[in-house]
């Protein structure tokens, strides 16, 4: 999966790009986006949700326009979707066509969330969730393993957790900047889903469990194809989520961060009217 991303991008950036971006005023905008979360399992969805043949996916995945890269402009943003004579041909062999993309990192974005409003007040939302202890756990790992992080997993989530004792983070006011630096706040799904409660409808966005998502990858595709008003489509083969190997958790740091996010835990299910139960 990785070595095949690296292909897509590379692919685009030096045999297709020039040639895509001059065509940007026949190319679509999409209709779909997955926001987050992020190390929650975004890329396998997209990739299966991409499955189904009413999709045409994006250049690539992660192509984060409306955050780091809104300064190269909606022309190149647009040379990343088909073109409209694609979109023509899909609808005349399947009955319809979508186009979308993921980039995780907008979840926690307010100037994100603003520019695809003002860009895409139509557009469809998703977001998957994972439980956040293991989401926390996954990303610490994952950045221990490219050399970015030095720290036991223990000592990040002691300092992080003394910090918010200490009410030295303002997550509220500062979101981005919390997100951005804190694992944990990453976690605090509730607050980051509000921004986007505060531009879009609630029927706009669909919140899938990645726990679910796992357990009956099937059943939980057909519902995120019903919110996309497309057709049911069973696959055969997924795009399974890349779980590093590593330890297992210790047990004393999960009951600590289980007392830490249980009250956020509370707040998202009041927010949607939904039980999680993460332990």
Request: one cysteine or more.
């Amino acid at each position: 999966m990785k070595l095949h991303r690296i292909y897509q991008r590379l692919y685009y950036e030096f045999g297709k790009r020039h040639f895509f971006a001059l065509t940007g005023f026949l190319r679509v905008l999409p209709d779909f986006l997955i926001i987050g979360a992020m190390r929650s399992g975004t890329t396998s969805l997209y990739y299966d949700i991409c499955e189904h043949p009413c999709i045409i996916p994006a250049a690539y995945d992660e192509i984060g326009y409306f955050d780091t890269n809104y300064h190269l402009g909606l022309n190149w943003y647009r040379s990343m979707f088909p073109t409209k004579f694609k979109k023509n041909s899909t609808i005349k062999h399947h009955g319809y066509f979508l186009t979308g993309e993921d980039t995780p990192f907008y979840f926690w974005r307010r100037d994100a969330a603003k520019r695809i409003h003002d860009l895409l007040p139509n557009i469809k939302l998703i977001v998957i969730l994972r439980n956040p202890i293991d989401r926390a756990y996954s990303e610490h790992n994952n950045a221990v393993r490219v050399g970015t992080v030095k720290k036991s997993f223990e000592e990040v989530i002691d300092t992080e957790l003394k910090i918010y004792q200490e009410n030295k983070v303002d997550f509220e006011f500062n979101l981005e900047q919390a997100a951005g630096e804190s694992i944990l706040a990453k976690g605090i799904y509730a607050d980051q889903l509000s921004i986007w409660l505060e531009k879009f409808k609630h029927e706009q966005i669909f919140v899938i469990k990645n726990e679910d998502l796992t357990d009956d990858s099937n059943t939980v595709l057909n519902e995120t194809y019903h919110f996309l008003g497309l057709p049911e489509y069973n696959l055969t083969d997924h795009h399974k989520m890349k779980k590093g190997k590593y330890e297992k958790m210790n047990e004393k740091t999960r009951e600590k961060l289980f007392d830490f996010f249980k009250p956020h835990n509370l707040r998202l299910e009041n927010l949607l009217n939904r039980k999680f139960e993460w332990k």
